[in-house]
Nanobody, 125 residues
């Protein structure tokens, strides 16, 4: 099991940027596939981005392609989500997730076994 703690959320104006950080702990955390999801009020949790453990594969939801970038630093057991050109519809709780295996595009919540507590991102228009 991997423990995950997100940080970096906050209030930002539309068009602004934020960088989310996910700190992972656990003996094999650096070998896990990692992902970011978000959940807006009254909506289902949706896939945002995923990255393989060697950073060779990176996938994004169509809604964030070209604006968000996922990266990781295995030496620090940390995953990042750089969010640029934020839109009001990006307001949500953002969750970090881990799985002991590969990643692919359009992943589902059930594909990941470990989750953080989430960090709130609010984009004002």
């Amino acid at each position: 099991q991997v423990q995950l703690v997100e940080s970096g959320g906050g209030l930002v104006q539309a068009g602004g940027s934020l960088r989310l950080t996910c700190a992972a702990s656990g003996r094999t955390a650096s070998s896990y596939g990692m992902g970011w999801f978000r959940q807006a009020p009254g909506k289902e949790r949706e896939f945002v981005a995923a990255i393989s453990w060697r950073s060779i594969e990176r996938y994004y939801a169509d809604s964030v392609k070209g604006r968000f970038a996922i990266s990781r630093d295995n030496a620090k057991n940390t995953v990042y989500l750089q969010m640029n050109s934020l839109k009001a519809e990006g307001t949500a709780v953002y969750y970090c997730a881990a799985r002991a295996g590969g990643v692919w595009g359009s992943m589902n919540r059930a594909d990941f076994g470990s989750w953080g507590q989430g960090t709130q991102v609010t984009v004002s228009s």
